[in-house]
């Protein structure tokens, strides 16, 4: 791969716990990597692993879920139900062959601007590391058609 | 087809600095489905959001994204443009691109790119909004307020006095928690008793309160303006509605050698017993615990002491359930227990106490009547060595917070000392003295330079015993020296740490709590009286460490809280519900075990002739409260999220 390359990360975490602590790392000034593309949702509960797939399969290099640490979930558990099914979702990627160290799994607490700010930086750089995540793409230009839904 | 319009702010400079707003605005203009796309310098100034109504009703938009700062700053004001301007505010999204964007980037070319990445996101997603409307929830108009110390009566004192319905929940037999177990308050050393028992007794005759004491919370549900609560009666053996209080039980009760919770193990009391004097209400408890019928199934002196016939041995535990609009937490704290501290020798030596016991021995009420007096052997001591911060700020074997409270009580120990014993000297060894509050420094002051206390900046290692005398092996950092002090006592100023099953109550009522175990306000500086729960309000010393002003203050602001929520017939929430489809539902009920506020019930389907043909889940969207952990169950993709639909997601994922 190319020194230059530029990972797109797409992250997809909740409202009340990682994604006000992101805007407290922007309150706080704090820089960091520019990969990083937020979607925010009510909770980390709300993250079907298709989400995933499908970023993957629109040119993501890398994910990022994060949501309340244990025990803090707004809704009171639906960080333990991500959890869960980021656990088996895990052993099905493996399975499947698409590699789980692109997908990181992390509790950010509205609190955490500072480490907000320093995940992204070293998820980046871990995706920086593994290089583009072509397996998609090269299996469109193979079909010549565009996968739907 | 969708016209959008797309609303790009400069924030000043804030965004205009890092992020081409001009050139952000012309390429998504290009965007299928964009009408239009400006940028201005401050749209959340009136003629910013006049010109996005006017943009809207020109253009005659189905949408609008405004790309600006964080949604939880302006989406409410931006909305409620969109609304004046005709628009259903949940066709508008904001775009955050200061706060996660022009605030965390410093290259111009790569924040401008991820700048039109999120606002083009956002604009596939608003594509795919929904007309949604605010749904309404009555709110029931009576408050419950948990714990009965000091911070529980101000509150349910204030909500009361504003004419609105309180139910005081205390779970010791009596209302005044720790308050009312202190000798004198700092810093003006006026009886805590004195000043406590008045504001008991109001709240015990208030008309507008229903105060349950040896009660506790044994389940809440519901949700905000709507909380169904089950209240824990515990059996008393003492009817409340006919027992005088007249204590005849009490003085001929044979079991005298218990040792008193009130009094923290330093004096006695029987099986029946009310915890202190001033108890309210004034009405005894049976410790089934200690009580010889109870264990020897023989006794019985209280039952016939009593001329009202108010024992009863076979009462039982009973359950009211109540519906609340508001809920107050103010469940206190306990100290944390010395033995951490072998070194100190806490429940080896018995002239080891720590500073609850000291407020009980300086306290008229308590088991010396007020005198300070050695408990091995009852004599006065001629010196105190008071050793603060025992708990507090220490990683290693403590808690890391301070406990805010320590510096001040020691104080008002050694001038309480230095008062009652005259010519007694009080030696305290300190890490720093913080007196930040009212006149505090001040008191600080007094006990150093009118009552004599000797300050030692530093730390004790070693207490142990000596011919009689506690030897206090500790250090002088100032003077670089270390220190050996005989003394008759030792006080350890103890940290303040949560109640031992704050954790569980926490997840019973519902809300978060810190590493500690103190329960976590919504936010640190702007919310510090509401929890993440909406309806649910802290006050006093569960949240932190506190002192009585703080506790008292907070306790109001609840209050006012809660009646600001009282002062509504119904309340608007956020119309972000899940829904189901029942065509293509097929029962698997993945969703009912999912959803943490049993929301979801069972529907039956009826033909014609009543015959029920299918059940399937259905959404109560007054419980639901919108996580849509639900909707990543269901395997037949039935439900959805209202705001948070699986289709846009998607093409928010698609846009990026």
Redesign the interface.
């Known amino acids: 791969m190319s020194e230059s390359f530029e990972p797109k990360i797409i992250a997809f975490v909740c409202t009340y716990c990682t994604y006000t602590g992101a805007d407290l790392a922007g309150t706080s000034r704090l820089k960091y990597a520019p990969n990083v593309r937020i979607i925010r949702l009510p909770c980390t509960g709300r993250i079907s692993p298709m989400f995933i797939l499908k970023a993957l399969q629109q040119g993501a290099d890398g994910i990022l879920v994060s949501g309340c640490h244990p025990g803090d979930c707004h809704f009171t558990h639906g960080n333990y139900h991500a959890r869960r099914r980021w656990m088996v979702f895990r052993t099905l990627l493996d399975f499947t062959g698409i590699p789980s160290e692109r997908i990181k799994f992390s509790w950010i607490s509205a609190a955490e601007g500072h480490k907000f700010a320093e995940l992204i930086n070293s998820v980046t750089d871990d995706i920086r590391k593994l290089g583009p995540f072509d397996q998609y793409k090269n299996l469109i230009r193979e079909t010549e058609a565009p996968a739907t839904l | 087809m969708a016209k959008i319009g797309v609303f790009i702010c400069h924030c000043g400079e804030n965004i205009a600095s890092k992020v081409d707003c001009n050139k952000l605005a012309t390429s998504i203009g290009e965007h299928p489905g964009v009408a239009v796309a400006l940028d201005y310098k401050y749209f959340c100034s009136d003629p910013g959001q006049e010109r996005l109504k006017k943009a809207i009703k020109e253009n005659n938009l189905t949408g609008v994204v405004v790309a600006a700062c964080?949604?939880?700053m302006h989406e409410a004001t931006f909305r409620k443009a969109c609304a004046e301007a005709g628009l259903n505010p949940y066709l508008c999204e904001i775009a955050?691109i200061?706060?996660?964007?022009s605030?965390?980037?410093?290259?111009y070319d790569?924040?401008t790119?991820?700048a039109m990445?999120?606002t083009r996101?956002m604009v596939e997603k608003v594509k795919r909004n929904n007309k949604l409307q605010p749904i309404e929830v009555p709110v029931t108009r009576r408050a419950l307020v948990i714990g009965g110390g000091i911070a529980g009566i101000q509150a349910a004192l204030d909500i009361a006095n504003a004419g609105q319905q309180v139910v005081l929940v205390e779970r010791e037999p009596s209302l005044g928690g720790h308050m009312a177990q202190l000798s004198e308050t700092f810093p003006t050393l006026d009886c805590s008793q004195c000043i406590m028992t008045p504001r008991m007794v109001e709240a015990s005759q208030h008309p507008n309160i229903r105060l349950l004491t040896y009660a506790e919370i044994e389940s809440v549900d519901g949700y905000i303006g709507n909380f169904q609560v089950r209240i824990r009666m515990k059996a008393r053996y003492v009817d409340m509605s006919t027992c005088t209080g007249c204590g005849d039980c009490i003085t001929k009760c044979p079991t005298k050698k218990i040792s008193s919770e009130f009094d923290c193990g330093m004096g006695k009391r029987t099986a029946i017993y009310t915890p202190f004097a001033q108890s309210v209400p004034n009405i005894p408890v049976i410790d089934k615990a200690s009580c010889t019928y109870f264990k020897n199934g023989k006794c019985k002196v209280c039952m016939k002491s009593c001329e009202l016939n108010s024992i009863n041995f076979d009462m039982q535990d009973e359950f009211i359930d109540l519906d609340f609009g508001a809920i107050v937490v103010a469940t206190g704290f306990q100290v944390q227990d010395n033995s951490v501290y072998g070194e100190y020798g806490y429940g080896k030596y018995k002239d080891v106490i720590n500073g609850l016991q000291f407020e009980r021995l300086a306290s008229a009420s308590g088991p010396t009547s007020g005198k300070i007096l050695r408990p091995s052997d009852g004599k006065e001591p001629e010196n105190i060595v008071f050793i603060q911060c025992a708990g507090s700020r220490d990683c290693s074997k403590g808690v890391r917070y301070c406990s805010k409270i320590c510096c001040m009580y020691t104080a008002k120990h050694s001038m309480l000392y230095a008062h009652k014993v005259h010519g007694g000297i009080a030696q305290i060894f300190y890490m720093d003295i913080r007196a930040a509050g009212k006149g505090y420094d001040e008191f600080t002051r007094r006990a150093i330079e009118e009552d004599k206390a000797a300050y030692f900046r530093g730390r004790v290692s070693k207490v142990w015993q000596e011919n009689g005398k506690l030897m206090v092996r500790g250090v002088d950092t100032l003077l670089g020296k270390p220190v050996v002090i005989a003394a008759d006592m030792v006080v350890l100023a103890t940290a303040m740490v949560p109640q031992p099953d704050a954790?569980d109550f926490a997840?019973t009522i519902?809300i978060?709590?810190d590493e500690y175990g103190f329960f976590?306000e919504a936010?640190?500086k702007l919310r510090p009286v509401e929890s993440?729960?909406a309806g649910v309000f802290l006050a006093g010393a569960c949240q932190s460490p506190k002192d009585i002003p703080d506790s008292v203050a907070q306790a109001s602001a609840s209050a006012s809280k809660v009646l600001a929520l009282f002062s509504k017939d119904k309340l608007e929430r956020e119309p972000?519900v899940a829904s189901n489809n029942e065509t293509t539902c097929a029962g698997c009920w993945g969703c009912v075990l999912?959803c943490?506020?049993n929301a979801i019930e069972k529907k039956d389907i009826l033909d014609r002739s009543g015959k029920v043909i299918k059940r399937v889940a259905s959404v109560n969207p007054g419980l639901c409260?919108?996580?849509?952990?639900c909707?990543?169950?269901c395997r037949s993709n039935s439900l959805d999220?209202a705001?948070?639909t699986?289709k846009q997601?998607?093409a928010?994922?698609?846009a990026?």
Not at chain 2, 103 to 107: A, F, Q, R, Y
Not at chain 2, 625 to 629: A, D, H, V, W, Y
Request: glycine share 10%; hydrophobic share 35%.
């Open positions: 964080s949604p939880m955050n200061r706060e996660q964007c605030w965390v980037h410093t290259d790569m924040a790119q991820k990445e999120i996101s954790k997840k519902g978060g709590y976590n936010h640190l993440s729960t972000v999912a943490p506020y409260q919108g996580c849509g952990t909707v990543t169950f999220l705001g948070f699986e997601i998607f928010e994922v698609m990026l």
